[in-house]
């Protein structure tokens, strides 16, 4: 199984999906232990439609963020991908132990997905939406 973890330039954790500058992957085999890492860098921040491509092509399975939009959810699900919302600001090495040992404890969508007007979440700014089609 591969998972990616958000990650903004600085390589945090994104809080946010349309905050992401790249991603970590990890490899994970079935007794839940990471075998390999890696950083895809996304082609452009201001394409976040390509990313379900690029993920699955880089044989993602899940990806762990702490909010994105229900557009941008639709387009990961079509893509194959399986989004899990919530996750807590973190040092991304602790979000996967955590994960990887069942202690991540998921909160609320940090981005309700709710028709986005212009308003700020922290780290980022939300204006309009997501523009890929679901």
Known sequence: MKLALTLTAAVEFALHYGAAAKFAVFDVDLPRRV??????????????????????????????????????????????????????????????DDWLSGRLEIGVNSCDGGGHGSHVHGEHNHTGHCHCEP
Request: aromatic content about 2%.
């Open 35 to 96: 075998v390999h890492r890696r950083l895809i860098v996304v082609p452009q921040a201001s394409e976040p439609c390509a990313w379900p491509t690029l993920l699955r092509a880089a044989g993602v399975d899940l990806v762990l963020v702490g909010g994105m939009g229900a557009r941008a959810r639709a387009h990961m699900e079509e893509h194959g991908l399986k989004v899990l919302l919530g996750v807590p600001m973190a040092a991304p090495e602790d979000l996967i």
